[in-house]
């Protein structure tokens, strides 16, 4: 199963249980305790929440924001199980930092999670540092990439 053409559009209210789902799937406790369903109804109203598009097959979403020192800062991505390891989320990653308005884009990951750790490495991320005490025993590690100088900061 290659996945050929991945877009991104931004995802409307209708698209709610959609994402719901893909979240709820991914780990439900962490989706309840971390209450990501008023996270996500918010990221679709600010329109941040961006559905991830398969040859326009909807596989993930990722959520997109400016909150992080007001640069560019991936707050979520998730890719339904079937379809990881298949590029996608590298592809993803890459479409949201291209349409970023600021030269850099953030993001975080657990040190446990090293699929993450590798996307990112893929698609030119640098580690910026590390913070210990946000998941015991689970240190969460920093991200950046400089996306083009000529943009101007937000």
């Known amino acids: 199963m ?29 989706h309840i305790e971390l209450k990501r369903e ?3 109804t918010k990221a679709i109203s600010d329109e941040e929440c961006f559905i ?8 993930g979403f990722v959520i997109f924001d400016y909150r992080f020192f007001d640069q560019g800062w991936i707050e979520l991505i998730v890719i339904e199980e079937k379809y990881r390891g298949k590029g996608i ?10 349409q970023s308005k600021t ?6 990951t657990n040190s446990s ?5 590798k996307a990112l490495s893929k698609v030119g991320f640098s580690f910026a540092g590390k913070i210990n005490g ?12 400089k996306t083009d100088d000529r943009k101007t900061k937000n």
């Open 134 to 145: 946000l998941d015991e025993g689970d240190p969460e590690l920093f991200f950046y990439k």
């Open 52 to 59: 991830i598009l398969a040859d326009n097959r909807a596989v």
């Open 2 to 30: 290659d996945m050929e053409n991945i877009s991104l559009r931004k995802a409307t209210i209708k698209d709610k249980v959609l994402v719901v789902d893909f979240d709820y799937s991914l780990d439900a406790v962490e």
């Open 113 to 117: 999670n090293t699929q993450m750790q």
């Open 38 to 40: 008023e996270k996500i």
């Open 89 to 98: 989320g590298v592809q993803a990653i890459d479409l949201i930092c291209r």
């Open 103 to 108: 030269n850099k884009v953030f993001t975080s």
